[in-house]
């Protein structure tokens, strides 16, 4: 009796967890800088430690893991660090809900301890899920973009921009969310369709009983209206040409022609505000108008608003529309839907504020981003568009200031006689507005009065989009930096493009120019079975964890492979979670099956089956090395598939267990089980990628060592025979005798009549005992 080397009966996810303790003991994964091998470098997309990860995050990374398992198997040295993102807004508003607390009436120090307790609690469950999935990073500890290295390397980089004449600070109006009380880049800004009202109001025409109607969104501008804009093509207000109107709070303004005016909203009249849009901020520029500021930092009216001085934006706009009305001004108000410029953390609707702030220039490395362009190589080739389209959409520069308190300062401190700027020398972290200053005296000035530490601090974007610099080695480690320069890929959602993909380019060429990556891979988004967005406020949020008790995370990744082609988004539900788990199943009763016969050794004369099916799989390992090699998992998720569940299982086992039973001569016998083992070898390290435990467990278990050491399989031409053109053939015959003995209602073990095809007469002899065929 012939016993299975595969004890268990069934694959479980408790099984993944023996193999995981294996990896973690043999270090397999552990990078090499001393290698001979080529290298090929991950620039892992740092998550952000502010809320549990949803099942789309859990996918996002499981096939960044599966590129850096792909390379490993193709020959590669493989780098794969793990970052964890602990900056800026998003830790800031997570604490301020937990606390019920506001960070800027809270004190500082205070503040950012109670920041750190949050993320290191958030951050472990991000921690666990990597490790749950099986995510090979190579470095045994992780990046943590609010350490004292990485914070480091980021103020460096500022000085060295500095230096270079790129930093800059001026005051200009910027887009600012009075909730966060921060300026925000124009990558920030998201919109939301927003029920509103349409207000209009009437204005009188200087020097006559004329009246007019202008309809606007921002009723509570009105103090900050400093003229009136009609759009030349519109006759009908060729007669205002030259006037001016007065504004029902009784400001006189000009009214002026201008082609941004819509005829067709409203009433084709508009009021020019500092600031209701990004617009105003470029008509008060074109048309040389002088701007009244009337909403401070706090996002409250200020004095210029005059009596509605204190009040939020949104007690002004109502309280002046009642008063408005209630003194004759107010003609009707519509309700609308209203397309509006919202923070992306905290969905606060955005203001236009004067500020002073730093910037970093990229208008002026446009053109040397564009032509990196045709040198990188993006996956799939089309999501080049994505950063193409943002580049041509640039028109400022970057305000990389920030008003906050959780993320990395700037390294700044101002002499207190002349008040110039004075640097430090890179080197350490620095914190002006606790530390001080490493230096006596003012370089500009001599004066030894002493100086006044920066507050501020940068973008969180500014820290991120240094990210292929910090995990390998600049400023830090020269030997590692020197082996593998910036990475070689930069995986990452297409939603961030405009952020972390850009600045990225943007920051590398200043700092070493040079491109930041050769492979740029953009996924798409992971949404529901209804094909929407998980949001805790739809209540359609999946969570991994009961994923992976029930099904482990080999399910998981499997259908995160097979379910879309890489840059589509994908639909995401637990049926079909549990589809992947039951094709687990059906490779773990093939290999347990297998694992019963001993691999032979030397020679074996192949049967006509045994080159069908191995030409079958060439096939199979063709089309899955197509998406292997364009980081693209679907065609090899779906190919092996396929191929294990409608050829190899119910097919080509069938057909040759008797013969590898050793019913038949031991020539037949030992053909037959040493393609069985060639199939399963192959299947394996063609699936090992993607499914990475059940495959290294049952490699294991058989065949010894573990399959993620192994090359992926290339395609033997030797076995492409004219066998494989009868394959069809061959399987529709067995499909056509198991339904006559349904019809019949003959068993399995019964012999029946049935006449062969001449053309499958090659098969005959497995046929006959496959389906007990009688003469």
């Not at 929407?532 to 998981?556: C, Q, T």
């Amino acid at each position: 009796m012939l016993e299975p080397k595969l004890k268990e009966k069934h694959w479980s996810p408790e099984m993944e967890l023996q193999i995981q303790r294996i990896w973690n003991e043999e270090r397999i994964y552990k990078f090499d800088p001393n290698t001979e091998k080529p290298t090929f470098s991950i620039d892992t997309p740092p998550p952000y430690a502010s809320g549990k990860w949803h099942i789309a995050a859990a996918i996002h990374y499981s096939q960044i893991d599966m590129i850096a398992r792909t390379m490993r198997m193709m020959g590669y040295e493989v780098y794969f660090p793990l970052g964890i993102d602990r900056n800026g807004l998003p830790v800031e508003v997570e604490t301020e809900k937990r606390y019920k607390i506001r960070m800027f009436e809270y004190p500082r120090e205070e503040f950012i301890k109670l920041c750190r307790e949050f993320l290191d609690e958030a951050e472990q469950d991000i921690v666990s899920i990597t490790k749950r999935l099986g995510i090979s990073f190579t470095t045994e500890q992780y990046f943590q973009t609010d350490s004292e290295l990485w914070r480091m390397v980021t103020q460096a980089t500022f000085i060295d921009a500095w230096n270079k004449g790129f930093i800059y600070e001026d005051y200009r109006p910027n887009v600012y969310c009075p909730r966060c009380r921060t300026t925000l880049a124009d990558a920030e800004v998201e919109y939301s369709e927003i029920p509103t009202k349409l207000v209009y109001l009437r204005f009188g025409v200087e020097g006559s009983d004329e009246k007019v109607t202008i309809a606007t969104t921002r009723p509570e501008l009105l103090p900050a209206c400093r003229a009136v804009i009609y759009n030349p093509d519109d006759s009908r207000y060729h007669w205002l040409r030259g006037k001016r109107v007065v504004t029902p709070l009784g400001d006189i303004v000009p009214v002026l022609e201008h082609p941004y005016a819509d005829p067709e909203f409203g009433t084709g009249l508009v009021m020019v505000c500092s600031y209701g849009d990004k617009m105003d901020v470029q008509l008060f520029r074109e048309l040389g108008l002088d701007p009244r500021i009337v909403v401070d930092e706090d996002g409250l009216m200020n004095e210029a608003a005059g009596r509605y001085k204190g009040l939020t934006i949104s007690e002004a706009r109502q309280r002046i529309v009642e008063d408005l009305e209630r003194e004759g001004f107010l003609e009707r108000v519509e309700d609308i839907i209203h397309r509006t410029p919202v923070c992306w953390r905290c969905k606060t609707p955005l203001e236009i504020i004067p500020m002073r702030e730093y910037y970093l220039k990229q208008v002026d490395f446009i053109k040397e981003l564009e032509n990196y362009l045709n040198t990188v190589r993006f996956y799939p080739e089309w999501s080049s568009n994505y950063w193409r389209e943002w580049l041509r959409s640039i028109s400022s520069d970057w305000p990389i200031s920030r008003r906050r308190y959780y993320a990395t300062e700037i390294p700044v401190w101002y002499c207190k006689k002349c008040g110039k700027p004075v640097l430090p020398s890179p080197g350490r972290y620095y914190r002006p507005w606790k530390d001080e200053p490493p230096f006596d005296k003012c370089p500009h000035c001599g004066s030894s009065e002493g100086f006044e530490g920066e507050t501020r601090v940068f973008d969180t974007w500014f820290d991120s989009s240094i990210s292929p610099l910090v995990y390998n080695g600049y400023l830090w480690n020269d030997d590692i930096f020197k082996k593998l320069g910036p990475s070689d890929l930069r995986p990452q959602g297409k939603d961030i493009v405009r952020t972390w993909l850009h600045y990225t380019f943007l920051r590398v060429h200043q700092i070493l120019g040079r491109q930041a990556f050769k492979h740029v891979w953009l996924s798409g988004m992971g949404l529901d079975a209804q094909g929407r967005a998980m949001h805790k406020s739809l209540g359609n949020v999946i969570y991994p964890w009961p994923l992976f008790e029930k099904y482990g995370a080999d399910a998981v990744r499997f259908f995160g492979a097979a379910e879309a082609h890489h840059g589509s988004d994908l639909r995401i539900s637990e049926r079909k979670i549990e589809g992947a788990y039951k094709f687990l199943q059906k490779l773990w009763n093939v290999a347990r099956f297998i694992s019963q016969f001993e691999e032979p050794e030397g020679r074996v004369d192949l049967q006509p089956a045994d080159l069908w099916i191995l030409g079958r799989l060439n096939r199979a390992i063709e089309r899955a090395l197509n998406g292997y090699r364009n980081f693209d998992f679907f065609d090899p998720a779906n190919e092996v598939r396929s191929f294990v569940w409608d050829v190899f299982a119910p097919h080509y086992i069938e057909l040759v267990k008797e013969r590898a039973y050793g019913i038949g001569d031991e020539g037949e016998a030992k053909s037959a089980r040493w393609t069985l083992h060639q199939v399963l070898r192959a299947v394996l390290k063609l699936s090992a990628p993607i499914i990475p435990h059940i495959t290294d467990y049952i490699w294991r278990q058989i065949y010894g060592g573990s399959v993620h050491l192994e090359r992926l399989p290339e395609p033997r031409d030797e076995y492409y025979t004219d066998y494989l053109k009868l394959g069809e053939a061959l399987m529709e015959f067995n499909s056509s005798v198991w339904r006559m003995r349904k019809e019949k209602n003959l068993s399995m073990r019964e012999p029946i009549k049935v006449e062969i095809p001449e053309e499958l007469s090659p098969f005959k002899s497995d046929l006959v005992r496959l389906h007990k065929i009688s003469d």
